[in-house]
């Protein structure tokens, strides 16, 4: 893969239908967001830790977010989601180290963890409580919006400092 491709971003409506559309909106939103931040990049660039003594690169943010995605993955009841882990199947010892030949391995983890959150609480309510937790489905989806939105911002850092893009 020379490059990722930047992707499509719509912005979410001023006046969404209700809550759950507003969640998913914004939730989704901000995964694009990412994804942009990471569009163009050469798999070298993704996984350059530009903003020393910081070890975070862009690859490194995606494949913590695939990990993240998990919080919607508890609904609907199977294994964990942490193949991507130093790229050993059921691995739970951290995404930090990154390899760039396996920059689309981790962009199609990625792609599969927000497909897999997408389906695991489609038809759910939001006051749901997730299994074995207290977390209603509302508190995730808030939590996962925060998540993001703050990764994001050391997103736009990185990409700042690999090749001088800013903005959204």
């Known amino acids: 893969m020379p490059t990722w491709n930047t992707p499509e971003r719509p912005e979410p409506p001023n006046d969404p239908v209700d809550e759950r559309t507003a969640l998913d909106d914004r939730l989704d939103f901000q995964r694009a967001t990412l994804l942009l931040k990471c569009g163009g990049l050469t798999p070298e660039q993704l996984a ?58 981790d962009l199609a983890s990625y792609q599969a963890s927000v497909a897999r959150s997408r389906e695991a609480v489609a038809g759910l309510g939001l006051d749901e409580v997730s299994p074995g937790e207290d977390y209603t489905l509302r508190w995730i989806y808030l939590h996962m919006i925060e998540e993001y939105a703050r990764h ?7 990409r700042e400092r690999i090749d001088g893009a800013t903005g959204e």
């Open 48 to 105: 350059l830790r530009s903003v020393p003594p910081s070890t975070l690169s862009l690859l490194g943010l995606v494949r913590h977010m695939s990990a993240v995605e998990a919080w919607f993955h508890a609904f609907d009841g199977e294994p964990d989601h942490h193949f991507f882990w130093d790229y050993v199947p059921g691995s739970r010892e951290g995404s930090d180290t990154v390899d760039v030949t396996r920059a689309d391995d």
């Open 152 to 158: 994001n911002g050391h997103a736009d850092f990185l």
